[in-house]
């Protein structure tokens, strides 16, 4: 069975630019989460996804957004990018009505904001 | 704002030891999770504990909820240097606006000398 998958694995961007990260959960998956792990800081909630909406978000400013699609893919955009958005951004997946049982992780998607 | 305390932050030991992580809160969880990273990649779940008092073991790991539900231990038996990683304790709640977000403890990053 493949594990949750996000691409691009690493990316340097400048700061102002837009990006795009992309993850795919688990099969039989319907719950996306996004986390970043910035150094130092830990990781930190960005958002919860199920079924194609918006269930939960994160203290992180709107420039952070993202999306489902019906085939339970997500894409997390963050707009105006700034150098402390530099991070390792983590995707995870759980079963449908399970967020509090434990998620599985991707391996993440380095961005460098230079 | 809920905050999980782990500590401590670095562990060096010697092949053969045994040590214990500590997570702590002023918040009562529904449930706690543990996770291990190794560098590049993503958090994996170890183990998720939702009643007080429950206690978990995975070969030479021990991990322990509280009865209160407020803090957590694991527990490692003669280390290997297999164990080395970043452990993580992560917990939840089952509503309200915390409802499907993971509130991660700083790390602890353990090292095993052969």
């Known amino acids: 069975e493949a594990g949750v998958t996000q691409s691009p694995t690493h990316l340097i961007k400048t700061r102002g630019q837009q990006v795009t990260l992309r993850c795919s959960p688990i099969s039989g998956h319907t719950s996306v989460y996004w986390y970043q792990q910035a150094l130092g800081l830990g990781l930190q909630f960005l958002l919860w996804y199920d079924e194609g909406e918006e269930r939960n978000r994160g203290n992180f400013p709107p420039r952070f957004s993202g999306r489902q699609f019906p085939n339970y893919s997500s894409e997390l955009n963050v707009n105006a990018l700034e150098l402390e958005d530099s991070a390792l951004y983590l995707c995870?997946?759980?079963?449908?009505?399970?967020?509090?049982?434990?998620?599985?992780f991707g391996s993440g998607t380095r961005l460098t904001v230079v | 704002t809920q905050l999980l305390e782990q500590s401590p932050q670095f562990l060096s030991i010697q092949e053969g030891e045994n040590l214990t992580v500590y997570c702590n809160s002023s918040?009562?969880?529904?449930?706690l999770q543990w996770y291990r990273q190794e560098p590049g990649e993503g958090p994996v779940l170890l183990v998720t504990?939702?009643?007080?008092?429950e206690v978990k073991k995975l070969k030479r790991l021990t991990f322990q909820f509280g009865d209160a539900r407020k803090d957590s231990s694991l527990h490692i038996t003669a280390a290997q240097p297999g164990d080395t990683g970043l452990y993580l304790c992560a917990a939840s709640n089952a509503g309200g606006t915390s409802y499907g977000k993971l509130t991660f403890g700083q790390g602890t990053i353990l090292t095993v000398h052969p």
């Open positions: 995870a997946s759980s079963l449908p009505g399970a967020p509090n049982y434990g998620y599985t």
């Open positions: 918040s009562v969880f529904s449930s």
């Open positions: 504990v939702v009643t007080g008092g």
